[in-house]
């Protein structure tokens, strides 16, 4: 927070001062009531956390107090990240998307009684966390999900219905992540059949084909332009959003980053 006062329920009323950082779980409600006060935001998918940060079930919010070591170096970057906002280039913003959910992981560290991996908590988060945990494996499939987190096939078809279906969500996780690995300047000379391999696919070839059905373009062709900086076609892959989406419907899309 930048300045006055802002009051956060979350369970119960905390007061925060300027400087201090609140660290809040999206699934769980939160109140807020604010006073001649400004504030930065930075929303982050669960996903793209360590599920020692960000476990299944709900966890209740934190406030890292202002003056602190680890308040004072959050606060910056994500300040810094707000006053650079409008100038990244779609490259840029895959590099930044590869590292600050490290960042912020390693500066708050484990959630407060989060048990990763736990049978507690939304179903649809318990398996969306474990489908990012299990990317790499290429027997991820439905009787591996259903054994493994004790639901039944048709619990799992439930949960990914919209989506197309378990295989479908997986897959496209997969292809996501393989993207933003091959504009990743930290993967610039890894092979792309490495990469693909990493990321559960069995066949370079296979992995290449769908990958282009997805993204309308090759593997090596998205990781030349990341290297080049030609952000105009990355960008309407990397940032899919459309003009006139509404903050619930953003945050609701994130899920697919």
Partial sequence: MIGGRIGLTAPRLRRLRPGDVAVSDLSTPVAFSMRAAEAVH??????????????????????????????????GVVQALADAALRFGANELTSLGSIIPDLLASCLGPADGGKPGGRTGDLGRRLRRHIEDNLHHRDLTTARLARELGVSRSQLFRQFEMTGGVETYIRRRRLRRSLFALCDPRHADRRIGDIAFDMGFADEAHFSRL??????LSPRAARDQARNREGATLGGILLPFTLGTSFSEWITELRSI
């Fill in 42 to 75: 930075l929303i982050v998918p669960r996903a793209l956390l360590p599920a020692a940060v960000a476990p299944p079930q709900p966890i209740s919010g934190r406030i890292l107090s202002h003056g602190s070591a680890i308040a004072v170096f959050v606060s």
């Fill in 211 to 216: 990958f282009r059905q997805a993204f309308g």
